[in-house]
């Protein structure tokens, strides 16, 4: 059985304008030790399933099950997720510096949250124990750097000491939203390096929500493409780079600068994501896809097996087999190509 189980989770918010729906029937599965990166234009309801997971979603309608080492968290009391969340389930947010408490020292929120989860725990024992995740995490001067506040902490540092707490007990499960969108290039390789050490070193299974292929190249071992809500392909690293099903998955690769061998123009999928209010139906990528037919508007595709892969699933009415999808062409052109020399 997998370390956490997803299974046809649903969730929408009640606004003026009508429900939204962020969620629509997303399913999957995270292993002891592995990462699932879980990839998607802004907006396709990366962050919003994985923070219901935790009923960090408030006023939210939420439907499904998250199984996570036998129980149910989406069905579990308040005081059994406050001993999961922290202990058992670390979380890094996106925006480090509204994550940290800007009145408290950075040893003190550190030990806190120690504290918090183990009663037992004195404040000089849970103090050592923060100087030495700030060490683990490739903060000079731990010790002393404990006092310093937030701001006086870089991106980078900021990251890290985020990831020093979510890691502080040890959990089973790490989600990390967007850990790295705010830094630039050379500390978001330190800071995937802290990442990529922490579960070699703790067996720690990883969601990593992220829009970066690179950081999904580098990091993760099986891969949930979202789009408006829902899954369009799930598969291996390799599978997704390589062995691709989906018009949009083939649309996020077009996108990247590397293409073609970084030679020619960027190509972006056309279009924008549609409204979470007001969905279209049938496939809600068929208004943006070269590949699309009568059938595509008419009718939502499951999310099924392809290429005779277990654990390859695409939701789309192409071809299921390597050699059809192969030989599929798209019918519409998406943008003016130009020949560049």
Not at 107 to 112: C, M, P, R, S
Not at 131 to 139: C, D, R, Y
Not at 153 to 167: E, H, N, Y
């Amino acid at each position: 059985m997998a370390l956490l189980e997803v299974d046809d989770l649903h969730v929408s918010f009640d606004t003026p304008d009508g429900l939204v729906q962020a969620v629509r029937g997303l399913t999957f599965s995270v292993e002891r030790g592995k990462t699932l990166a879980i990839v998607g234009e802004s907006g396709s309801g990366k962050s919003v399933s994985t923070q219901t997971i935790t009923k960090l979603t408030r006023g939210a309608r939420v439907s499904g099950r998250a199984i996570f080492e036998g129980e149910d968290l989406l069905t579990a009391s308040p005081d059994h997720l406050r001993r999961v969340r922290g202990a058992k389930i670390g979380m890094i947010f996106q925006d480090p510096l509204s994550s940290l408490h800007p009145y408290y020292r950075v040893g003190w929120q550190i030990v806190e949250m120690i504290r918090a989860h183990d009663h037992s725990t004195s404040r000089r024992t849970a103090r050592k124990r923060a100087a030495e995740l700030l060490g683990l995490v490739g903060i000079p001067r731990p010790a002393e750097r404990l006092d310093d506040y937030p701001h006086q902490f870089s991106g980078g540092m900021r990251q890290r000491v985020m990831i020093a707490m979510a890691m502080a007990l040890n959990p089973v499960l790490l989600i990390a939203d967007e850990p790295t969108t705010a830094l630039d290039v050379t500390v978001q390789a330190q800071v995937l390096g802290v990442m990529r050490d922490l579960q070699e070193d703790f067996g720690t299974a990883i969601i990593l929500i992220t829009h970066d292929l690179g950081v999904v190249a580098e990091m993760s071992d099986d891969v949930v493409v979202m789009y408006a809500g829902t899954a369009m392909e799930q598969a291996s690293r390799r599978d997704i780079f390589y062995r691709h099903h989906h018009p949009y998955t083939e649309g996020l690769l077009r996108s990247l600068p590397a293409h073609g061998g970084g030679k020619g123009r960027l190509i972006p999928i056309a279009g924008s994501p549609p409204s979470l209010i007001n969905l279209p139906s049938g496939c809600p990528f068929a208004p943006r896809c070269p590949y699309a037919w009568d059938k595509c508007f008419r009718e939502t595709p499951p999310l099924d097996e392809v290429f005779d892969e277990p654990g390859h699933r695409s939701a789309c009415w192409l071809p299921h087999d390597w050699e059809g999808r192969q030989a599929c062409e798209p019918r519409t052109e998406t943008i003016d190509r130009e020949e560049t020399a």
